[in-house]
């Protein structure tokens, strides 16, 4: 049983810029996918981004070319970097790890962390 646990969320302006941190409880770098969703209040949860075993990265339309995502093997940690911040994107974050393929659907993924909140103010 993996457990995820984020950090770094809060509240930024808009335009602004945050990083997230997911570590996991064990080793994650051969066998799991890695990957972020979101959910605002009143909506499903968003694919946001995620990293393959190759560490090839796929984003969602939302935040193409703002936000990147990253690993660190050694860490067992996952990073999103989330530039030029808009109102939109406030939301609850979720990092996700998950031993198959990568996929945009949050019920692909078995292992979700708590939660960390972002609010871009305007």
């Known amino acids: 049983q993996v457990q995820l646990v984020e950090s770094g969320g809060g509240l930024v302006q808009a335009g602004g810029s945050l990083r997230l941190s997911c570590e996991a409880s064990e080793r994650t770098s051969n066998s799991y996918v890695r990957g972020w969703f979101r959910q605002a209040p009143g909506k499903e949860r968003e694919f946001v981004a995620a990293v393959n075993l190759s560490g090839n990265t796929y984003y969602g339309d939302s935040v193409k070319g703002r936000f990147t995502i990253s690993r660190d093997n050694a860490k067992n940690t996952v990073y999103l970097q989330m530039n030029s911040l808009k109102s939109e994107d406030t939301a609850v974050y979720y990092c996700?790890?998950?031993?198959?393929?990568?996929?945009?659907?949050?019920?692909?993924?078995?292992?979700w962390g708590q939660g960390t909140q972002v609010t871009v103010s305007s």
């Open positions: 996700t790890a998950d031993r198959g393929v990568w996929s945009q659907s949050a019920s692909s993924y078995d292992y």
